[in-house]
């Protein structure tokens, strides 16, 4: 089964504090995502990364970056966290190819920023 | 903008009834995954439909994609306590270099 490991399940920060957020997957995915889930809101598109060392951005990604120096671990980064990016935030991964493949999530991590 | 449009946004029913939950677009997809999600966790793959009016069983749950390949329907026979949480419908656009694209999810909720 694919695992998709999230570093922190709770995390709880100050504004203003850089951020750090860690994803690794065991399946040698080309593909991961960093995804943000509030109620109402679904779920939003931060970041994305088809390959090592390359990222594309979101629908969301002002306030975030991210990393991706090993195929299995891709890092978002929150440069400086601000209250309204208190959120679940759902990492996945998935094989090649847009579309058609399913995304494998993380149990997500539970981020407030005080 | 392509949009996936899920209904009812929530449904509490009591355990054994039946229940339909919907997910619609103006848009056509190559494919459509339904994802369930529990409290505590990420969204879990239930099943992938191809092909225009495509139905597939997954032992209570049946799951339909619409002939045009606009939208989908998951059905439960049933229901009962564990069927509990978030069912998410997410389309694949047409153009493969496109990204997968999640409805907002419908919350369920089965009373014992």
């Known amino acids: 089964d694919v695992k998709v490991t999230q570093s922190s399940r709770y995390l709880v920060k100050r504004t203003g504090e850089k951020v750090f957020l860690e994803c690794v997957q065991d399946?040698?995915?080309?593909?991961m995502f960093w995804y943000r889930q509030d109620p109402g809101l679904g779920l939003r598109l931060i970041y994305f990364?088809?390959?090592?060392?390359?990222?594309e951005k979101g629908d969301i990604p002002e306030g975030y970056s991210v990393s991706r120096e090993k195929k299995e671990r891709f890092s978002l980064i929150l440069e400086s966290a601000s209250t309204n990016q208190t959120s679940m935030y759902l990492c996945?991964?998935?094989?090649?190819?847009?579309?058609?493949?399913?995304?494998?999530f993380g149990d997500g991590t539970r981020l407030s920023i005080l | 903008t392509q949009l996936l449009e899920q209904s009812p946004q929530f449904l509490s029913i009591q355990e054994g009834e039946n229940l339909t939950v919907y997910c619609n677009s103006s848009?056509?997809?190559?494919?459509l995954q339904w994802y369930r999600q529990e409290p505590g966790e990420g969204p879990v793959l239930l099943v992938t439909?191809?092909?225009?009016?495509e139905v597939k069983k997954l032992k209570r749950l049946t799951f339909q994609f619409g002939d045009a390949r606009k939208d989908s329907s998951l059905h439960i026979t049933a229901a009962q306590p564990g069927d509990t949480g978030l069912y998410l419908c997410?389309?694949?656009?047409?153009?493969?270099?496109?990204?997968?694209?999640f409805g907002k999810g419908t919350r369920l909720h089965i009373l014992p």
């Open positions: 996945a991964s998935s094989w090649p190819g847009t579309g058609h493949q399913p995304q494998h």
């Open positions: 997410a389309g694949a656009p047409m153009n493969r270099d496109d990204k997968i694209i």
């Open positions: 439909v191809v092909t225009g009016g």
């Open positions: 848009s056509v997809f190559s494919s």
């Open positions: 399946m040698d995915h080309e593909n």
């Open positions: 990364s088809y390959d090592v060392k390359m990222k």
